[in-house]
């Protein structure tokens, strides 16, 4: 027999895939009513494609699939934008089906906004500036798999990270728009997602931004991503991009934002979601929730995307690496490559990045003394001065916010 989660995962994967299917083939699944539960359409699948992962990557790690969330191992990220399929997918909830773009709308209001008003997705395309920019996301529980004592959550390891090419609108144009008032402290977003118990009245995740955020001139509210619709399971067919904050801020389905004159209240603002120890504590110490703070910006971090971690190469060769490198500040000002244990740090060549909130590419050839098994380490510092620690940065409940150097063995024959 099968279990209760098996089952609400079918009914998941068999609503969303048919609708998908639909939208991605541009006309109805005729007769699709008639379809037996146990089946899902085979002119979806080429044979590899993981029916819980719709756009997705056969590639990526599945960590949970209700809801749904993969990531992709480090080697799998080395293109310079993150290829749809390969993007992580961070969900809390059931994404929208039947999705009817002609009929999607976002909602602005709040205390704070000067009148309440709705847009289709295309009085967005057309009233206002349409803007691309490459701004990179990643979960504030990337890493959170080497925590010690273990933190509760997703057990992600490198690949809750990427790099895309979003088109859109900047949210500081519409809410202009709208009208804010002097007293606007905080924008929330609400989403189309259904909460896991299939509760239409309860949110599966509400957070946002301090309002000097939403008006940055990258905050976007986007439809596009690489070029493309954004895939379903990133929030197809509008979203939030906030680069330099937790993903978590960067709502999917997005139908409503509201101006508030206080910190958002949503779900997932409060208790520990998406907080750290506003001071230091010890590994494994039970934090009171009124001394969490709020994660408010990303730390500057690193990812070693070539050669695949395990890689052998012959001693009278330099071993090409190459990587990106992030940052909430302005700019990753140097990155450099260890292969002695930290013990020394070597400069690697560094592209500047097209826009702020975009990562860089960093690359370097390295030469070995002799033959064995070496770590290559990457660490980056930012424009502030800020640079990656060699190990686990302060431990914290919910395990987030790990920077600590990437690093990947290789071995010299």
């Excluded at 680069?243 to 508030?260: D, E, F």
């Excluded at 506003?278 to 494994?284: N, R």
Aim: with cysteine.
């Amino acid at each position: 027999m099968k279990s209760e989660k098996a089952k609400g995962r079918r009914k998941f994967m068999k609503n969303t895939i048919m609708a998908s299917f639909s939208s991605i083939v541009g006309m109805p699944i005729v007769f699709g009513s008639n379809m037996p539960k146990e089946l899902l359409p085979i002119g979806f699948f080429d044979g590899s494609l993981p029916p819980d992962l719709i756009g997705k990557s056969n590639l990526l790690t599945v960590l949970n699939d209700r809801p749904v969330n993969a990531e992709a191992a480090a080697h799998l990220l080395d293109d310079d934008l993150t290829p749809n399929d390969m993007f992580f997918v961070r969900n809390n909830g059931i994404p929208p089906v039947n999705v009817d773009v002609n009929k999607w709308s976002l909602t602005i209001e709040g205390e704070s906004a000067k009148q309440s008003k709705t847009y289709t997705l295309q009085e967005l395309k057309t009233k206002f500036k349409q803007y691309t920019l490459n701004l990179t996301l990643e979960c504030g529980g990337n890493g959170r798999s080497e925590f010690n004592p273990p933190a509760k959550g997703n057990q992600w390891s490198t690949g809750a990270v990427g790099c895309a090419a979003w088109t859109g609108v900047r949210l500081a144009d519409v809410l202009r728009d709208v009208g804010i008032k002097s007293n606007a402290v905080y924008i929330g977003y609400y989403g189309e997602d259904t909460h896991l118990s299939g509760d239409a009245k309860k949110n599966t995740i509400s957070r946002g931004v301090p309002i000097n955020k939403a008006m940055e001139e990258e905050s976007m509210i986007a439809w596009s991503m690489n070029g493309k619709d954004i895939p379903l399971l990133n929030g197809y067919p509008l979203r939030l991009v906030f680069g330099g904050y937790p993903a978590s801020c960067s709502g999917k389905w997005l139908s409503k934002i509201v101006i508030r004159d206080r910190v958002h209240d949503g779900q997932k603002m409060k208790g520990k979601s998406y907080r750290v120890p506003c001071k230091p504590v010890a590994p494994g110490a039970k934090v009171k929730d009124e001394d969490m703070c709020i994660i408010e910006k990303m730390p500057v971090k690193s990812l070693i995307t070539y050669p695949k971690t395990g890689a052998t190469i012959k001693s009278t060769e330099k071993l090409p690496i190459r990587g990106h490198a992030w940052t909430s500040a302005d700019s990753i000002s140097k990155v450099e490559y260890s292969i002695d244990f930290g013990g020394s740090w070597h400069p690697c060549e560094l592209k500047n990045a097209k826009n702020r909130y975009a990562w860089q590419r960093f690359s370097a050839k390295i030469p070995f003394p002799e033959e064995g098994y070496y770590e290559v380490w990457a660490r980056a510092t930012d424009s502030n001065g800020d640079r990656q620690p060699i190990i686990l940065p302060g431990w914290n409940p919910k395990g987030y916010l790990n920077n600590a150097s990437h690093r990947i063995a290789i071995k010299v024959i």
